[in-house]
């Protein structure tokens, strides 16, 4: 078996699961608690400018899961996605021990380094990236 595509066909099973989980996790921020209602949270737990913090997580759960889905924009993606996941682990998570359970790391840190590959070794060729033949990778 091809080794490329198999990598191209991993990309996409990972772009996919992850994307999926990202979006969930914003429009859940966006629909069920409401903008001023993530803020809200926030602020409870002392997230540094909670309104602007709410908008920017909400949004880059959705829109950059879209992207990581359809596999546009991968880099600026999946760097925006690990720099919300950086946020939740220590302004939150960390302090909790490991075990989501707990409310501890473990699911961010997952969804942030997911992301972070995506960013550095790319969306793969069945992607909107990899037809289009734009930039997939910060690491090419």
């Known amino acids: 078996m091809n080794s490329t595509l198999v ?6 099973v990972a772009r ?10 914003g429009w859940q921020k966006l629909n069920t608690f409401g903008l001023d209602g993530t803020a809200a949270s926030f602020e409870a737990m002392n997230i540094p400018v909670p309104t602007a913090s709410a908008y920017f997580a909400t949004f880059v759960e959705l829109i950059g899961g879209g992207a990581l889905v359809l596999g546009i924009f991968t880099p600026i993606a999946g760097l925006l996605l690990f720099a919300d996941m950086l946020g939740a682990a220590f302004l939150v998570h960390f302090e909790n021990g490991v075990f989501a359970t707990d409310n501890g790391y473990e ?22 990236d990899g037809i289009t033949k734009g930039k997939t990778a910060i690491l090419q």
């Open 7 to 12: 990598r191209d066909a991993v990309a996409l």
């Open 16 to 25: 996919i699961g992850l994307g999926v989980v990202f979006i969930a996790h």
């Open 107 to 128: 699911l961010v840190v997952a969804l942030g380094v997911g992301a972070l590959m995506l960013a550095a070794f790319g969306a793969g060729r069945i992607s909107i």
